[in-house]
Nanobody, 124 residues
C-alpha cells in the first residue's frame, strides 16, 4: 500500500513557475513508476508526465514538453514536477499517481495509487 500526499500548488501569474512535490509512504517507493496527471473543471483527467523507477526514462504530454520537468528522489520517497512558463490553460488540480509495474503509461486507469490533488491556478 502506498499513500501519496501532494503539495506546492497555488496561485501564480502567467509565465511564472511552481514546483509540485509528492511525498510517498512505503518502503518500496523506488519500485513504482510515478506520474502526474491534472484535471481542469469540466474536463477529464489528463496525463502530464511520468518517470520510471530508475529515473532513466521520462514521458511527457505534448502540452508539458519543454516547460515541465518530472524528477524523483528515491531516498526521500518524493517525486517532483517543476513547472515553468505557466499558462492559464495549465490551471487544474494536479494529482500524483503510482503504478506497481513498468512501463510508464499515459492511461490513468493503469495507476494503482493516487494522491488527493493540489490546486494550481494560473492567472492571465
Amino acid at each position: 500500500q502506498v499513500q501519496l500526499v501532494e503539495s506546492g500548488g497555488g496561485l501564480v501569474q502567467a509565465g511564472g513557475s511552481l514546483r509540485l512535490s509528492c511525498a510517498a509512504s512505503g518502503r518500496t517507493f523506488s519500485r513504482y513508476t510515478m506520474a502526474w496527471f491534472r484535471q481542469a473543471p469540466g474536463k477529464e483527467r489528463e496525463f502530464v508526465a511520468a518517470i520510471n523507477w530508475s529515473v532513466s526514462r521520462t514521458l511527457y504530454a505534448d502540452s508539458a514538453k519543454g516547460r515541465f520537468t518530472i524528477s524523483r528522489d528515491n531516498a526521500k520517497n518524493t517525486v517532483y514536477l517543476q513547472m515553468n512558463s505557466l499558462k492559464p490553460e495549465d490551471t487544474a488540480v494536479y494529482y500524483c499517481a503510482a503504478k506497481n509495474n513498468p512501463p510508464s503509461s499515459i492511461v490513468a486507469d493503469e495507476y494503482d495509487y493516487w494522491g488527493q490533488g493540489t490546486q494550481v491556478t494560473v492567472s492571465s
